[in-house]
């Protein structure tokens, strides 16, 4: 989840740039097809980040000053 | 009573039988009047006076009795009392020594919760410039609440159905009662503390003001405002609005609400998504029209120096055609004249002349032609040409000239 997060702001500001950058028309039709290529991929990783449901419901506990990470049973949720 | 026994007084004594008076006749009261002169001393006595519009007491009140007093003195509340009269003997005052106070009108809780707004709100706790902006998308939220409670079902149910691509991670607090504000306020900080979180939200479910008032404590609008991660603070039903809500960089009504909001942003990022990708098409379609139109442009500008070049290419047609004819009518004349030369050549040459009876007469053998006598002399070898033969002849004798001669 840390990796995901770090980068999905990031890859976000890319794609808003290469969108500009793309609908400028100011640059050839290589540089183009490059930036274009990117910009699906990012796109479709950001999708796929938002699309995903492999979420994790974890209960922080506290023993000694210590934090550890417990599973945190969620089915209640699901029932209603 | 009047004279009989004149006892005279000391001060300490009148005081105390005034005390004593005081004391049995007046005894506990209620008060109610208005506090000014308000002061607090450093042993954590109260020392104030209570008012109306035409008298004033002295009042006091110990550390003891003020200790778990919710709201905050201060001078111009309206209050009622419960205490004793009491005489001050150093001083020659009488008081009332105050054991319980309340607020008139409003409770005391509430009026407690105004102080502390207002003391907060002085301190700049709910400036709009503090309030921190959410993350784009927060992939893994920290929920501070009770996990038995039906705030953390909400928003967990939400999620799932709306959001599960979220992480979330439950602090589990009580959310009522003496030990709830600690609590919550350590959950926020072992969150913060935890790290790989995106933001924090502090939630109960509805209940009635009391139930809330942990969420109005001071230390959890502290560590609220304090927090390094976004706060949503969603506490009770609408119409509860607590100070964790005034404190919170958002706040909403319901658990629910906090969910939502997580829901929506993802939705409108994955619609934020599509249109990039739509927009991204579109441009690159756009930017391969441009250049085919470009293309055939081109084309076409390419073909007219083809045109130009067949037209070169006729007009080279006509001229070389125009040449063959020049050359061809150079060559007649050329053929023309030179026939003509050849005529008047043959009228030069000497044969035509031998035609006419003349012949050549030529020294032999080196055949040179005899122009004058002095080329030859006797016994040379002559060749005679003729228009038609010729003959060799032995010269006999010379003659200077022709008319010498007599045969």
Redesign the interface.
């Known amino acids: ?2 990796k ?2 770090s980068t ?2 990031e890859d ?1 500001k890319k ?2 740039k ?2 500009e950058e ?2 400028s ?1 100011k640059i050839t ?1 290589g540089e ?2 490059k930036k ?1 290529e990117e ?2 991929k990012i ?1 479709q990783s ?2 796929f ?12 506990m ?1 023993k000694d000053g210590k ?1 550890s ?1 417990e599973k ?1 049973d ?1 089915s ?3 029932e ?1 | 009573m009047q004279k009989p026994n004149k006892h005279i007084y000391t001060v300490s004594e009148i005081t105390g039988v005034i005390k004593g008076l005081l004391e049995d006749n007046v005894g506990e009261i209620w008060l109610e009047g208005e506090i000014s002169n308000f002061k607090a001393a450093s042993s954590g006595h109260f020392y104030f006076s209570l008012k109306d519009q035409n008298s004033i007491i002295l009042a006091a009140m110990f550390a003891n009795a003020n200790k778990g007093l919710k709201f905050k003195l201060e001078d111009g509340l309206k209050v009622i009392c419960f205490g004793k009269i009491d005489v001050y003997g150093p001083r020659g005052q009488y008081q009332i020594i105050v054991e319980r106070i309340e607020p008139k009108g409003v409770g005391a809780q509430q009026l407690a919760f105004e102080q502390l707004k207002k003391k907060l709100a002085q301190e700049g706790l709910f400036d709009l410039s503090h309030k921190k902006p959410l993350p784009k998308m927060p992939f893994s939220v920290g929920i501070v609440t009770s996990a038995q409670g039906a705030a953390v079902r909400d928003i967990l149910q939400i999620l799932k159905k709306g959001a599960p691509c979220v992480d979330l991670v439950l602090r589990s607090v009580r959310v009522q009662g003496e030990q709830a504000a600690g609590e919550i306020f350590e959950a926020i900080e072992d969150l913060n503390n935890f790290g790989k979180l995106d933001l924090i939200i502090v939630s109960r479910g509805g209940g009635s003001t009391e139930d809330l008032w942990s969420f109005n404590e001071e230390i959890v609008a502290r560590a609220i405002y304090n927090s390094g991660l976004p706060v949503i603070s969603a506490v009770g039903h609408q119409i509860n609005t607590t100070l964790s809500d005034l404190v919170a960089d958002v706040f909403v009504e319901t658990p629910s609400a906090a969910a939502k909001i997580i829901v929506d942003k993802k939705n409108a990022l994955l619609a934020e998504l599509a249109g990039f990708r739509h927009e991204l098409d579109f441009s690159i379609n756009d930017a391969i029209g441009n250049l085919e139109n470009r293309l055939t442009a081109l084309t076409h500008t390419l073909k007219s120096p083809l045109d130009r070049c067949l037209e070169r290419q006729q007009q080279m047609d006509e001229l070389s055609s125009e040449l063959n004819y020049n050359i061809r009518h150079f060559l007649e004349l050329a053929f023309q004249r030179s026939n003509s030369l050849v005529q008047q050549l043959e009228a030069l040459s000497p044969l035509s002349i031998l035609s006419r009876g003349y012949s050549l007469t030529m020294l032999m053998p080196q055949e040179s032609i005899i122009k004058d006598i002095s080329q030859i002399k006797a016994g040379d070898k002559l060749k005679t040409a003729l228009n038609k033969g010729a003959f060799i002849s032995l010269v006999e004798e010379v003659f200077d000239d022709e008319r010498k001669i007599n045969i």
């Open positions: 989840m840390t995901e997060k999905f702001e976000l794609l808003q290469i969108v793309l609908s028309g039709l183009s097809l274009y910009g699906v796109a950001c999708s980040a938002l699309a995903a449901a492999q979420r994790k419901v974890e209960l922080l506290k934090l990470l945190f969620d209640d949720a699901e209603k």
